[in-house]
């Protein structure tokens, strides 16, 4: 089993920056694909960023790529995701999520099976 904890979120304004975190642990040697979710209210999981966890491959949500980036401490078994030139509609909570499936980067929520509890990010105009 794996264990996932977010932190990170908070109140920002449009065009600043955050960083959020989320620290596996347990069974880590078991993940192949890492990602971040995020859930507006009244709105469906989506898919925002995912990369193997042994590191290299990167897939991004088309409205996020280039403002966020993902990248994992191997040392502390910890994502990151770094989110730059924030937006309203960027408000959700942040969840990660983790697959022992390798290669793929999926992006379909029931393709993860360990959960974190999400981390609130509401960004203000």
């Known amino acids: 089993q794996v264990q996932l904890v977010e932190s990170g979120g908070g109140l920002v304004q449009a065009g600043e920056s955050l960083r959020l975190s989320c620290v596996a642990s347990g069974h880590t040697d078991s993940i192949g694909t890492i990602a971040w979710f995020r859930q507006a209210p009244g709105k469906e999981r989506d898919f925002v960023a995912a990369?193997?966890?042994?590191?290299?491959?990167?897939s991004y949500e088309p409205s996020v790529r280039g403002r966020f980036t993902t990248s994992k401490d191997n040392t502390k078994n910890i994502l990151y995701l770094d989110m730059n030139n924030l937006k309203p509609e960027d408000t959700a909570v942040y969840s990660c999520?983790?697959?022992?499936?390798?290669?793929?980067?999926?992006?379909?929520?029931?393709?993860?099976?360990?959960w974190g509890q999400g981390t609130q990010v509401t960004v203000s105009s």
């Open positions: 999520a983790s697959t022992i499936q390798r290669g793929i980067l999926s992006a379909r929520v029931d393709d993860y099976d360990n």
């Open positions: 990369m193997a966890w042994g590191g290299g491959l990167r």
